[in-house]
């Protein structure tokens, strides 16, 4: 099973792309879709789309999976990240109905044990797993490395992380 795992954002949207075979699992790629300040937010979230749609079809994923999104900051920065959240989970569902999405706690309890763990634990664990020479970099593709990760180890749970 191949799983594309996406860190929505609107600066950087972070993907990670991991192939499962029963327990073992090995990682196809990962990066960044970058959208610059100042560019006109239709631009940027055309981009964030067409870059989805790009994976999709470079990978061929069997499933979809997302981090959802958690705020504590401004609304400004939730509306725009909610709408490139929206933009790519458009992509997804024109290549795919096998859309799943899990909490940054859940994603952080599966990669580390512990659900509150930081953003250097998420990489040093998905570097381990993956067994990667280097640390995954930026946070974002860390991030959507591990959220890969968490969904091609939910087993038979995965349906109900199905987004409905």
Request: proline letters at 4%.
């Amino acid at each position: 099973m191949i799983v594309l795992g996406i860190d929505p954002g609107y600066a950087l949207m972070g993907w990670g792309v991991v192939e499962a075979n029963g327990s073992q699992m090995k990682l196809l790629g990962y990066g960044c879709i970058e959208t610059k300040a100042g560019t006109p937010m239709q631009h940027r979230l055309r981009t964030l789309q067409l870059g989805i749609r790009d994976l999709t079809l470079m990978y061929r994923p069997d499933e979809v999976a997302f981090e959802e999104l958690f705020f504590a900051q401004n609304v400004t920065t939730a509306l725009m990240v909610g709408a490139a959240r929206g933009a790519a989970i458009i992509a997804a569902a024109e290549y795919t109905e096998n859309l799943y999405e899990y909490t940054p706690m859940q994603i952080k309890q599966a990669i580390t044990g512990y659900g509150k763990a930081d953003k250097k634990q998420i990489q040093q664990m998905v570097k381990l797993l993956l067994q990667m020479k280097e640390l995954p970099k930026p946070d974002d593709a860390a991030d959507a490395i591990a959220c890969a990760i968490t969904h091609c180890q939910a087993g038979r749970m995965r349906e109900q992380f199905r987004m409905k």
